[in-house]
T-cell receptor, first 111, second 121 residues
């Protein structure tokens, strides 16, 4: 079945550094969604990608939908302490809209 | 982005009681909402799909008589945990599906509520 493999599982970086995380799948996805979840909160949508090859930015965040439609990456530039949290990639499983999630990348930023 | 609210944000109840959690899409209509459960340090686990005007569909292993779902309007879905037990203690999160068509392009996005922390004593 469809699965999303997200890496790395965790990252410990210094404030100001750039961050990159990615998601891969053995199946094709038509949509890639990137979410951030703070402790005790629901996931917040960061970037939505709908077209293969699409590169989209949201402030210091940039995400790309891979040409093969089997992967996506999320970059965060010049990280700040409030970037701390868990980042999830997700994609709809089928036409019914159920999402498949990656395992999450836990980001820690040292001031 | 679109806003989804959940109420209550936190609830503590005694074993054997029932708890209702509400999920509302505030600025768009959602024919489909989803209910998730999340354990610490884990990803979200889909429990059920809530469809406006029809019965919910449950994921394998989720008891439909235990977790009652009602999607009475295009902006409201409720999850009732019946006869709650300590093992039902968890973080419950809903999401609302936003389907849009514009300029010949269709988009399919989900927006999540802030979650409800349920503690059953």
């Amino acid at each position: 079945g469809q699965q999303l493999n997200q890496s790395p599982q965790s990252m410990f970086i210094q404030e100001g550094e750039d961050v990159s995380m990615n998601c891969t799948s053995s199946s094709i996805f038509n949509t890639w969604l990137w979410y951030k979840q703070d402790p005790g909160e629901g996931p917040v949508l960061l970037i939505a990608l709908y077209k293969a090859g699409e590169l989209t930015s949201n402030g210091r965040l940039t995400a790309q939908f891979g040409i093969t439609r089997k992967d996506s990456f999320l970059n965060i530039s010049a990280s700040i302490p409030s970037d701390v949290g868990i980042y999830f990639c997700a994609g709809p499983r089928n036409q019914g809209g159920k999402l498949i999630f990656g395992q999450g990348t836990e980001l820690s930023v040292k001031p | 982005g679109a806003v989804v609210s959940q109420h209550p944000s936190r609830v503590i109840c005694k074993s054997g009681t029932s708890v209702k959690i509400e999920c509302r899409s505030l600025d768009f209509q959602a024919t489909t909402m989803f209910w998730y459960r999340q354990f610490p340090k884990q990803s979200l686990m889909l429990m059920a799909t809530s469809n406006e005007g029809s019965k919910a569909t449950y994921e394998q292993g989720v008891e439909k008589d235990k977790f009652l779902i009602n999607h009475a309007s295009l902006t409201l879905s409720t999850l009732t945990v019946t006869s709650a037990h300590p093992e039902d203690s968890s973080f419950y999160i809903c999401s609302a599906r936003d389907l849009e068509k514009s300029g010949g392009r269709s988009t399919d996005t989900q927006y999540f509520g802030p979650g409800t922390r349920l503690t059953v004593l």
